[in-house]
Each structure stands twice: as C-alpha cells, then as structure tokens.
C-alpha cells in the first residue's frame, strides 16, 4: 500500500528525475543506483520497473545513452532492496525464522547491499559493455513500453517528502535499533522509540504518514487514495 501511494502520487518519478538532474551525464549510474534504492525499499521489485523504467527510457533517449548503461544498475538495485532488505516479505520472513532483530538486518543488509550493487551493477555493465558491444545501442524506442504514465513536476510531490515517505519504515527499524544500543532498556524515551521502531508498528505508521504526504497533501480525495491501496492488495 505504501509503495502504491508512493507510485501513483509520482513521488517515485519526482526521486529519479531529481537525482538524475542533478548528478548529471557524468555520474548518472550513481544517480540511478540512489533512484533505485530508495524506490526500491518502498515497491516491489516489479512495481519498481514499472515506475522507473519509463524514466530510464526517455533520460536514456535524451543523453543519446545505451539504455542498457542505466538499466543494469536500475534492476540490480531494485533486486537486491527486495532481496536483501525488510521490510520486504523474503528478508523479513527469514528473519523471523531466525529469531534475528530486524533492525539489525537491514543494518546488515545495507552494508552487503553495496559492494553487491557496485560489482554487479555499473562494474558489470563494464565487462558486458567490452564483451558484447552491440548490446549497448542507443537507438530507444519509447514505444515499446506500451502506453504509461506520464507526470508533469508541477504535480508531483517534493523530493524531500517523496524520499521521507518511501523510507520511513527503514528509518524508524533502523532508529529503533540503534537507541536499543544507546539508551538504557527502561528509559521512557527508549520504551516509545522501541514501539514505534518495532516493525508492525513502523510499517502502520508509514503508511498512515504516506496516506497524508502522497494523497491528502497532494489533493488527492479518498476514494482516489482507497482505490491505490485497493489495487496494491488485489
């Protein structure tokens, strides 16, 4: 539901286009790589390529850019946020049978999380783009996509509450992990950072946050906002 509001709001394309403008030619795998990650927390893997893909194609289009230059390190990172991170159903399950705290896990997760997207992402795309050339042609066909979405700046929302929104429940797992280091256990302000930190608990909250910032902040009426989270259940 979260990651649905975050993507029908155009608060994932507002993060891509934004990192993008700013890092510019030079460092764009880096731009895309951050792009990715923080879309990548908050959707589904697939969901991900839906919502980043057509930003991949026309950025791509624009520069005169292999697409494949920026689309390795896009699937990559979406892939391993999926893999690697809670609150993603596949890590949170495994953490679980473990016994293993959650927090620490996307701690964990994030560290192995770079080196892995590093090597297989843009080190990668070196070795592929000196084995097999002709995979890298820059003659992109928008076309292929079939018909998407297409959002104007102007309606979409800020950068800063899109990126706040998209990883609040890794900010709060991973706030609540750190104060169970730094704060004694029965500190009244460690007891309320604990709760809201624990995962059930930061996922509701994220989602109610997200409910404001991606739909009622944005002028967004309820049923438009039920239909979103609606259709991520179905």
């Known amino acids: 539901m979260l990651g649905k509001l975050v993507s029908d709001s155009g608060g994932g394309h507002r993060i891509a286009k934004t990192l993008i403008n700013r890092f510019g030619r030079k460092h764009i795998q880096i731009a895309v790589v951050l792009a990715s990650f923080i879309v990548g927390i908050a959707l589904f893997f697939?969901?991900?390529?839906?919502?980043?893909l057509p930003i991949i194609f026309v950025i791509a289009r624009e520069l005169d850019m292999p697409l494949m230059y920026l689309g390795i390190p896009m699937a990559i990172t979406l892939n391993v946020a999926h893999a690697f991170l809670p609150p993603h159903p596949t890590p949170t399950a495994i953490t679980a049978s473990l016994g293993a705290n959650m927090g620490q896990v996307l701690i964990y997760g994030i560290i192995v999380a770079i080196p892995t997207v590093l090597v297989a992402g843009p080190l990668f795309n070196m070795v592929l783009h000196r084995a097999k050339p002709r995979l890298y042609r820059t003659n992109i066909d928008v076309a292929v996509l079939g018909e998407f979405k297409e959002y104007k700046d102007d309606d979409t929302p800020g950068f800063a509450i899109s990126v706040?929104?998209?990883?609040?429940?890794?900010l709060l797992i991973a706030l609540a992990t750190i104060c169970s280091f730094a704060l004694p256990k029965g500190n009244p302000v460690n007891m309320v950072i604990q709760f809201i930190g624990a995962p059930d608990a930061a996922m509701l909250l994220s989602m109610l946050f997200?409910?404001?910032s991606m739909g009622f902040a944005q002028r967004r009426k309820m049923p438009e906002i039920a239909s979103s989270m609606t259709e991520s259940v179905k």
Do not use: I
Not at 46 to 52: K, P
Not at 164 to 170: C, E, K, Q, S
């Open 46 to 52: 697939e969901v991900g390529l839906v919502v980043l």
């Open 164 to 170: 706040l929104t998209a990883m609040m429940p890794v």
């Open 210 to 212: 997200a409910m404001w």
